[in-house]
């Protein structure tokens, strides 16, 4: 079947039809006669020959009228068709391949040129027929694609909720090639009260871009929710990617902390553009990367160490990826980050920039696509009590652990590489009926945590913070200390025990300073509503059912009651 | 994306003839990475732009001598763009040079490229001059 190609021949004249119809046998084809216009559309509909062979004067319906017909019925497949025809003019033949006609052959038909002509039509259906099946293939491939990333993008979704990023003080932009060819953004509020934001582009596009998205991003959200320091984060993010990626694999990437409180952002770089810091006075800081990318050193060489810059109400952190630098306008220039300053150092409001940087970049790129995925981001810093709650990590609890004790010790070398409290806080809220108030547990601990560490161990005056430098200083000073530190220790002393009802949690910090003359200080609970500078512990004295003094100073002891089953 | 040629003819018993397509399983871009050995240490030269279309001639460049160099050194100076892959791929001969005790010297950047190889940090794993 597939070896005989079939061809219609339509004619009036039955002399000629014949005789062109032995041809055409002799050559292999199997021949369908028509003797008129009409009758060649109609065999034409039953038998869908391959090849039509139109006299062009004929009766009932002439060969162009027929020639528009079949044309039309065949829609997308090419079915050629060849006029026959003892008309010379050139004006004739002009009109008969304007009416659809593929070629024509002239009367009397010479055998030679027939079977020529033929072989040509053949090689272009043929060829066109091809074309059709690749380009359903592609399309089915394309569909297969398509409904791949969807359920790609459900997975990551449930991962890292898109929700996340939605808040009063982001703004946001995320192109659509940027989702599933390897940008990642994610914003999350951690237990400690900071906001986390990691801003990342793996190497690549495509698949192998998309597929360490998943990993990153469970790390950053589950120890974000935890309530980890930046660093540790940091650690744990590069050794999974150092140890899932292949050689020649990795992220460039943005984490931030913003601490509300502090009123600082804490950067962690690798091979990312430099971002930049925007204060209403006018003044741009731009913070360069400085580390190597995540995923390509070892745990061993890995250097977790980040910025910190002093920030207040009001001022803006932009950063973004490669892809807004290299956004090509349709000579092929660069955005570059030229324009990116000159943007962020333009009169007006700071709040327009986002807008504009967005509007220009558009501009740029035109209707086109871009090269690369483009992901931009601004964060707004604004005060604490502006954030929603912390999200509650829920843990495993359906235990009922409530009557037990703990000494938790740290001595010198822990206290210079460890930060104890997601273990402490866990320890304490498995089995315990604090769901619902893992957040408050964590500001205590964490407010006990430091101020016997810093002021304790460390003896750092608190009066330091407000001095020149502020923060940024000051923390400058605390790495410094806590480097040279020789010896020290921090002691959690915690027991639970239940009682009328209620659960009874008492958390005694201890630690190796000299302490302090406390029988003068006095916790009005309006304190805590003023600077934060030295509020820590007004604040956990607010928190708790008590919090008291003891020692020299270097103890405090606090009570949380919780009613069984209260939440 | 330019598509090469990937026709394939053939003719069938009945005179008509057929046109197979097939799909073109590699794309090449011009580009040029050849490499020289002297005194141990081998030499690869890049021009044009080092990004994904490379990764074959790249690889070839090293993988394809028979002697164990000590050192390696890679010349950009025509070389006027490289992308993240270019990256990757500058890390897969660090790796095949030995990691960390690996000697790769990068030399003649153009002020572009040598900006992308500090926005990596790549001094940290790289001698770059």
Redesign the interface.
Known sequence: MSSSVRILVADDNSVDRLYLSSILRKEGYQVLQAVDGRDAVEQFEEHRPEIVLLDVIMPVMDGMEAARLIKEISGEFFVPVIFLTSLTGKDDLVKCLEAGGDDFLSKPYSPVILRAKLNVLQRFRQMQVTMLEQRDQIALHNRDLIRDQEAASGIFNCVAPSGALERDNIRHLISPLAAFNGDVLLAERSLSGSLHILLGDFIGHGLTAAVGTIPLAEVFLSMTHKGHLLRDIVVECNSKLNSIFPTGYFCCVNMIEMNMLKGTIEIWAGGIPDAYITSENGEVRRIESQHVPLGILGPKSFDPSTQVFEVSVGDRLIMFTDGVLEARDAEGNDFGAARVEEILSGDGDIGDHFDELTRQIHEQIGGREGDDDITLIEIEMVADKEMEPVAEYQGAGSSEARDWRMTYELGTSSLKSFHPLPLIHQIIMEGQDLQGHGSLLYTVLAELYNNALEHGVLNMPSSKKVGEGGFAKYYEDYQKALEELEEGFVRFECESSERDGEVEMTIRVIDSGAGFDYHNVCFDKQQANGQYHGRGLGLVNQLCSSMTFKGNGNEIEVVLRTSIGSS | MSCQNGGVRDA??????????I?PDNVDVPMAIHSTVSNNCLKIVIEGQFD?HSHKEFLASYSDVDFNPQTYVVDMRGANYLD??A???L??LR?HAGG?DSKVEIVNCNPDVRKILS????E??FQIH
């Open positions: 069938n018993s009945q005179g008509a003839t057929t046109l197979k397509v799909f994904l993240s892959s990256l990757g791929m890390l897969l790796d960390d926005i990596a940090s790549f940290q794993l």
